[in-house]
T-cell receptor, first 115, second 115 residues
Framework: DQQVKQNSPSLSVQEGRISILNCDYT??????FLWYKKYPAEGPTFLIS?????DKNEDGRFTVFLNKSAKHLSLHIVPSQPGDSAVYFC??????????????FGKGTLLTVNP | ETGVTQSPTHLIKTRGQQVTLRCSSQ?????VSWYQQALGQGPQFIFQ???????GRGNFPPRFSGLQFPNYSSELNVNALELDDSALYLC??????????????FGNGTRLTVT
């Protein structure tokens, strides 16, 4: 049972436009969400996170939106740059139940930003 | 600041053999987590070590075991290798055991191939 789902395996956008990556989750205990970026032959790099007490968190060109009622989050990248081309993973954890040590990841979305 | 380093980068083993993967945590980080990333999948939590003790475990059989040393470095051991163990093994360190103040910092991984 996949608790974190990224339903789009790939996304292609033009440089300068907005990239929107989506993520859905099923576990209502999740209260902390993160996005990681992964280049080939490298480990995932932490990008941005959001706690369930917020509905938006912004860091430069990156903004994460959380819709708890829909169990949905999205990552917006504006403007998109060719260097943003990578696999993006959505991840979640639950602070209660003693399992905040564990991140549950989606399968990832390959973003390609075309010059 | 030294990041998370893993060794070796690539490894080929035969079914039934045993393997040891190594990880040095980022300076200042006392917690190490191990993840398995199969082809086309997101990273899957194996276990976490904090203060040289296993702090949590994912859905992996006992032939997956680990150690953490006083300098916070860690080893992942896999006995009786199976073909399905072929994957990228990621080590991540963090300044705490989890939550919003302890994002994971990943190494570049060890690519294990079991033939």
């Amino acid at each position: 049972d996949q608790q974190v789902k990224q339903n789009s395996p790939s996304l292609s956008v033009q440089e300068g436009r907005i990239s929107i990556l989506n993520c859905d989750y099923t576990n209502s205990m999740f209260d902390y969400f993160l996005w990681y970026k992964k280049y080939p032959a490298e480990g995932p790099t932490f990008l941005i996170s959001i706690s369930s007490i917020k509905d938006k968190n912004e860091d430069g060109r990156f903004t994460v939106f959380l819709n708890k009622s829909a169990k949905h989050l999205s990552l917006h990248i504006v403007p998109s740059q060719p260097g943003d081309s990578a696999v993006y993973f959505c991840a979640a954890s639950a602070s209660s139940g003693g399992s905040n040590y564990k991140l549950t990841f989606g399968k990832g979305t390959l973003l390609t930003v075309n010059p | 600041e030294t990041g998370v380093t893993q060794s070796p980068t690539h490894l080929i083993k035969t079914r039934g053999q045993q393997v040891t993967l190594r990880c040095s945590s980022q300076s200042g980080h006392n917690t190490v987590s191990w993840y398995q990333q199969a082809l086309g999948q997101g990273p899957q939590f194996i276990f976490q070590y904090y203060r040289e003790e296993e702090n949590g475990r994912g859905n992996f059989p006992p032939r997956f075991s680990g150690l953490q040393f006083p300098n916070y470095s860690s080893e992942l051991n896999v006995n009786a290798l199976e073909l399905d163990d072929s994957a990228l093994y990621l080590c991540a360190s963090s300044p705490g055991t989890g939550g919003i103040n302890s994002p994971l910092h990943f190494g570049n991984g060890t690519r294990l191939t079991v033939t």
